[in-house]
């Protein structure tokens, strides 16, 4: 029998190149190759699955295919399905069933049907539709939940490190945000849009309003746009500054502090002009 990584060039399901390149990837990253070319997006899970099922001779199964019973479902326990990736489907006679992300597992097999009691006949299925049919049966881990526990024994926040040496005044415009830290790197390279809200009085930090969580300390420019309020049409205001903070707001809106770095005195004048308008 052919190697799997020929076979699955000579099937069709990559090319060659593709191949050379997930092989190159698996090495940079110290990956397995099948891991790479579902990374590159070369092959989907369920495809490098199909393609598994099929030179094994195991069967692949779509677990949304068919409905569970509570019966089979009490054979074994949630944790142990997890744990090992599998989802009981059916007992036919003395046989059961069971979808596996692994069925080529010995030792797993031979750990289920002592769990069971039966004698097992696995199949392929890929771990996403397991994980995918145990949440749908069973609902999300309550791992998944355990900051709730936290929310209120945690300690009050003392305040926001923000300049808050002056007071606050209203300005609301357009503003879009670029990134100038190479630390810190988007998957978009256009800027991002949104409101500022207010300016400090001594005109030394802005707060903006944006719908991105940005980290706290990282480099950005900022181009005010005012329209047509007080300046010529298409006119911006450019400023430089770091984020000082940025708070979570209702609705998945981002609060950010930032104070400025590089700003003229035009630009702070035509700033707390709009604030004024």
């Known amino acids: 029998m052919k190697?799997?990584?020929t076979k699955i060039v000579q099937d069709g399901w990559i090319t060659v190149q593709q191949l050379n390149a997930a092989k190159e990837e698996a090495a940079r990253a110290g990956r397995t190759v099948w891991a790479a070319m579902v990374k590159s997006g070369y092959l989907s899970l369920d495809?490098?699955?199909?393609?598994f099922a099929q030179e094994s001779n195991i069967p692949y199964v779509r677990i949304a295919d068919y409905k569970i019973s509570s019966s089979v479902l009490s054979l074994i326990g949630e944790n142990f399905?997890?744990?090992?990736l599998v989802m009981p489907l059916f007992k036919i006679k003395e046989t059961l069933f069971?979808?596996?992300?692994?069925?080529?597992?010995?030792t797993l097999i031979n750990n289920l049907a002592n769990l069971c009691g039966c004698p097992i006949e696995p199949l392929f299925a890929s771990a996403y539709s397991i994980i995918k049919a145990?949440?749908?049966?069973?609902?999300l881990e309550d791992k998944l939940f355990e900051a709730g526990n936290f929310i209120l024994e945690q300690e009050p926040l003392e305040g926001l490190p923000f300049f808050r040496e002056s007071e606050r005044l209203p300005l609301n415009i357009p503003v879009s945000i670029s990134l100038e830290d190479a630390s810190f790197t988007l998957p978009f390279s256009s800027p991002i849009d949104g409101y500022s809200r207010d300016i400090s009085r001594n005109g030394t930090a802005v707060g903006l309003e944006i719908f991105l969580f940005l980290p706290a300390g990282i480099k950005i420019s900022l181009d005010?746009?005012?329209?047509?309020t007080l300046f010529a049409s298409g006119q911006t205001i450019k400023v430089k500054g770091e984020i000082v903070y940025c708070r979570m707001e209702k609705g998945q809106h981002y609060f950010l502090?930032?104070?400025f770095s590089e700003i003229t005195e035009e630009a702070r004048n035509q700033l707390f002009k709009l604030a004024a308008a």
């Open 224 to 228: 005010f746009k005012p329209g047509a």
């Open 98 to 106: 069971a979808a596996c992300a692994n069925p080529l597992d010995a």
């Open 47 to 51: 495809d490098l699955t199909i393609f």
């Open 81 to 84: 399905c997890r744990q090992n």
């Open 257 to 259: 502090g930032i104070k």
């Open 134 to 139: 145990l949440d749908s049966l069973y609902g």
């Open 3 to 5: 190697d799997l990584e």
